[in-house]
């Protein structure tokens, strides 16, 4: 069952209460006022995300080739210190 935000105007307090979509609640769970509305609320989209999933070889030759390009770097700024 889903679960619903309500909004109590006597209280001025909000309380979820899960029940199905064709119910509605008629009073406060927290102060039994009859001065209740449900909160509209937005769904997520729940459906499982695509990801790109790399096999270690990939990562670990961007590793090499991103260390190598480091340290290439260094090399250079160590001749021009010279």
């Not at 499982?48 to 096999?55: G, L, S, V």
Request: proline letters at 2%.
């Amino acid at each position: 069952m889903p679960i619903y935000l309500y909004e109590c105007v006597d209280c001025e307090e909000t309380f979820k209460v899960r029940h199905t979509m064709s119910e509605t609640c008629e009073c406060c769970a927290l102060c039994a006022g009859k001065n209740v509305s449900r909160i509209p609320t937005s769904f997520t989209n729940l459906s499982k995300q695509k990801t790109i999933k790399k096999r270690t070889g990939d990562v670990t030759n961007e590793f090499i080739e991103n260390s190598k390009a480091d340290l290439a770097a260094q090399m250079k700024e160590l001749e021009k210190k010279r």
